[in-house]
């Protein structure tokens, strides 16, 4: 769960006097349009820095040598879902498009390359 969901769990709510469960239970169910967001995001999903050493570096006995460095996945520039990552999906099923649950987020990779020509 969130960690914004953790205070005032033990408080009560409403004219009813519920907890915090109960209450939000109860209100979600009333106006489920509150939890409609946009899904448009703008993510930075790959950065490569590479260098090629000349073949003259190695006085032509390696034709070439290139080095990089690369990231996957490197951040999201910019959401409209609170607490999730925009891409997470609750199943793959095409009856539950659309609903957030508990995912294991996206992992951020990190590689570096060497191509040698020999």
Sequence with gaps: MSKLTVPG?????????????????????????????????????QLIIGYDIPAKVFNNKIHGLSLSFVCHNVF?????????????????????AGLEAPAVPYSRTLGFNVNIKL
């Excluded at 519920?18 to 993510?43: E, H, L, P, R, T």
């Design 9 to 45: 769990r033990d408080q009560l709510y409403g004219t009813n006097q519920q907890y915090a469960s109960g209450y939000y239970n109860d209100w979600a169910f009333a106006d489920q349009g509150q939890f409609v967001y946009s899904d448009s995001f703008i993510k930075f999903r």
């Design 76 to 96: 999201t520039i910019m959401k409209h879902t609170p607490n999730i990552d925009p891409e997470s999906s609750y199943s793959a099923s095409i009856y539950s």
